[in-house]
């Protein structure tokens, strides 16, 4: 379990999907706030509120959707699909004055982080609490895995790469992984992006960032494809099959 909370690293970079209740202060008609909607998708410009954990200096952030789900007098909901790092009251500040009467935010519901969403991942405490005592009862690990996944599940959006037996103890201490190890990967991986770096059994070995195009380490035979950033697996799981340079 320890371990496993080291993949949040991934889950922080990746696209979030919020509900969002938004409170106009003044009438707008459904159309004009529809037209609206649609000028703030894709690529925006963003200042972080006051009160940021970041420092306040104007940065882009895409919106990959924005929809309009319904539309009661001056209380609008709103569905938003955007990149991590997006600051949604202040999304609904600046759709107030893109309107020209103002607005705030009345309520927040994240729906998605990542591969989990509410709809498929959802589990309640009672759920948890009635599974658990079913597992205590029979020792049935079927009834745990409903509500504990494995970690390689928050890692299904990020592009991989796999390796050989041979690299991964050697990626387990902390060593980049090199063209020699690499077996296979996922198509459009770009340098500097983050790639997770799995065994040919699809257990996750490490988090790193590319240092290469999928189309440059394809022709590699030598030099590092990608820097560790986390390692995720616990040393000794593989073989050691390498030394230390003297």
Not at 150 to 172: F, G, H, N, Q
Request: hydrophobic share 40%; aromatic share 6%; proline share 4%.
């Amino acid at each position: 379990m320890q371990d496993a909370t080291k993949v949040i690293q991934a889950l922080l970079s990746a696209g979030k999907e919020y509900v969002c209740a938004m409170k106009l202060h003044a009438d707008v008609s459904q159309e004009r706030v529809r037209a609206v909607l649609g000028e703030f998708q894709g690529s925006i410009y963003q200042m972080p509120p006051i009160r940021a954990s970041v420092k306040r200096r104007v940065r882009v952030r895409k919106i990959y959707y924005l929809d309009l789900l319904e539309v009661d007098g001056r209380d609008v909901l709103i569905k938003v699909g955007c990149e991590a790092g997006t600051y949604i009251r202040k999304l609904i500040h600046d759709i107030g004055e893109a309107l020209g009467c103002g607005a705030h935010m009345h309520e927040l519901r994240r729906t998605r982080a990542g591969p989990f969403t509410e709809v498929e991942n959802l589990v309640t405490l009672h759920d948890v609490v009635y599974l658990f005592s079913l597992w205590q009862e029979t020792k049935d690990e079927g009834f745990l895995r409903k509500f504990i996944l494995p970690m390689e599940e928050a890692l299904k959006l990020l592009p991989k790469i796999y390796v050989r037996d041979s690299a991964v103890d050697a990626i387990c201490h902390g060593a980049h992984l090199t063209a020699p190890g690499v077996i296979s990967l996922d198509t459009g991986i770009k340098p500097k992006e983050q790639v997770a770096i799995f065994t040919l059994k699809g257990e996750a070995v490490s988090l790193a960032e590319a240092v290469s195009s999928t189309e440059e380490i394809l022709n590699m035979t030598h030099g590092v494809v990608a820097g560790n950033l986390r390692v995720l697996m616990p040393r000794g799981t593989y073989p050691r099959l390498w030394s230390l340079s003297r």
